[in-house]
């Protein structure tokens, strides 16, 4: 596979892949980023143009059957995917471009220039808040394409419930059905059994039926409100993407902030039943003169990562009960998120990142999602009549112990597995697998 970019995006997919043992070349004009690339990752980096003949066959573009186009300037990207397509026989050319005046506000129906899968980084990430916000703002919570189960990832406070048990006993206390999939552990990640215990400071990757939510939260102490008046900070492309997930009489009980004439003349325009605030969010009095403590929740959506963050957490000190921010530049903050007082962090490249290795991965594949700094990958994949676990209980599926089929969704019913659990044709299910094992756990289901 060749990448082009070793910014943010391309550097975690190449990440991504190389950690699965996949044969990576990346191509960067930048010397910096191409040394920063090149240090870190077991990978060729190829310093240059990603226009350039030269430096595509050198990158063994003949050879490849997928290129990934990930610079930060969309004419670069298209103009990348045009030229491999039009003088290289590659079946797969992905390429981020964020320009609406290219795609179009939905996105476009057939290929431009030879490019089979457009990824659009702010339209993805406004579908991952969209999805946290419609759950209830619990935690840093996961939906999939094909089935109603969820994935929440939980942060154990010393005053939680689970501290100091195992999960067996965890289970057995809460009647609800839930399954605790993975736990992240002082930088690591593991796959649970039923001894395992729980310790302060863990993050479990909880799946649960959307009707459980409630029960498993309950019992940590969390309750669930529902969320009306919502106050989005930024008026950003994101924020834009946000809106038009929601319905009109949804958005008549929303409010966006921004300090520009101009960007809030233009939201006012697109969307005249939103009320639009011009003010500076670092401003005392907005919070006095706007009433801002009695919205549900804020969405901090600026292109200013320690902006979003600070925002986020001020809310909450002055009584908004939920809070969420948009991480665009640092992916540092995400390791910090838990540790602060903040409902759910998204991170745009997080976003693009998923969205590309669901197109890779293949269209059996429904979604694709990584966490823990791409230590731990969450596929949806739809059983056929060649996977040779057809007609297999769990319990007699080799996962080595570095994987664990998490839930199954068949003919629209929903099942928390066990291990005596057979998986049949037409079934989706949940896998969590350890990145550096996905390659063998994914074989078992193709």
Not at 62 to 90: H, K, P, Q, W, Y
């Given at each position: 596979m060749i990448i082009l970019g070793a910014g943010t995006r391309g550097f975690q997919i190449a990440k991504h892949l190389i950690e699965e043992k996949k044969d990576v070349v990346m191509i960067e004009s930048d010397p910096k980023k191409a040394s920063y690339a090149s240090s870190r990752l077991d990978c060729m980096v190829i310093n240059g143009s990603g226009t350039s003949i030269e430096k595509l066959e050198e990158a063994g573009?003949?050879?490849?059957?997928?290129?990934?186009?990930?610079?930060?300037?969309?004419?670069?990207?298209?103009?990348?995917?045009?030229?491999?397509?039009?003088?290289?026989?590659?079946?797969?050319?992905?390429?981020?471009?964020r320009n609406l005046t290219y795609i179009g506000s939905q996105g476009l129906s057939g290929k431009i220039l030879g490019i089979d899968y457009i990824i659009n980084p702010e339209a993805e990430a406004a579908k991952a808040i969209y999805e946290v916000v419609d759950k209830g703002v619990f935690s840093d919570m996961i939906s999939f394409e094909k089935t109603s189960l969820l994935l929440n990832n939980i942060h154990v406070t010393p005053d939680s419930a689970f501290v100091d048990k195992d999960i067996k006993s965890i289970r057995q206390a809460i009647n609800s059905d839930f399954l605790i999939a993975a736990i992240h552990h002082r930088h690591k990640m593991l796959v649970p059994s039923g001894d395992t215990i729980v310790r302060n400071g863990d993050t479990l990757s909880v799946v649960t039926e959307e009707g459980s939510i409630e029960s498993v939260f309950n019992a940590i102490g969390k309750k669930k409100k529902k969320i009306k008046r919502i106050l989005i900070v930024g008026g950003s492309k994101t924020a834009r993407f946000l809106l038009k997930n929601f319905s009109q009489s949804d958005r008549r009980s929303f409010a966006l902030v921004d300090s520009d004439s101009d960007v809030c003349k233009d939201f006012a325009e697109e969307f005249?039943?939103?009320?639009?605030?011009?003010?500076?969010?670092?401003?005392?009095?907005?919070?006095?003169?706007?009433?801002?403590?009695?919205?549900?929740?804020?969405?901090?959506?600026?292109?200013?990562?320690?902006?979003?963050?600070?925002?986020?957490?001020?809310?909450?000190k002055i009584g908004i009960d939920k809070s969420m921010a948009l991480i665009k530049h640092n992916n540092n903050y995400l390791k910090l998120a838990p540790h602060l007082d903040l409902d759910s962090v998204i991170a745009v490249s997080s976003s693009t990142v998923n969205s590309a290795l669901r197109y890779i991965r293949g269209e059996n594949f429904k979604s694709v999602h990584s966490l823990f700094d791409g230590k731990l990958e969450v596929f949806e994949f739809e059983i056929n009549g060649d996977t040779s676990v057809v007609n297999k209980k769990i319990k007699e599926i080799n996962l080595r112990g570095k994987g664990l089929i998490a839930g199954i969704t068949r003919e629209g019913n929903n099942i928390v597995p066990t291990g005596e659990n057979m998986l049949k044709v037409g079934d989706v299910i949940l896998v969590t697998v350890e990145r550096s094992h996905i390659d063998y756990v994914q074989k078992l289901f193709l």
């Open positions: 573009i003949r050879d490849t059957d997928m290129f990934i186009s990930m610079t930060d300037s969309d004419e670069v990207n298209m103009v990348a995917c045009g030229l491999v397509s039009s003088e290289f026989e590659v079946e797969h050319k992905i390429a981020c471009i005249p039943e939103l009320l639009i605030i011009k003010a500076d969010v670092t401003d005392e009095t907005l919070y006095e003169d706007e009433d801002i403590s009695n919205y549900d929740l804020m969405i901090t959506l600026t292109g200013n990562d320690e902006l979003n963050i600070l925002t986020a957490i001020y809310a909450k």
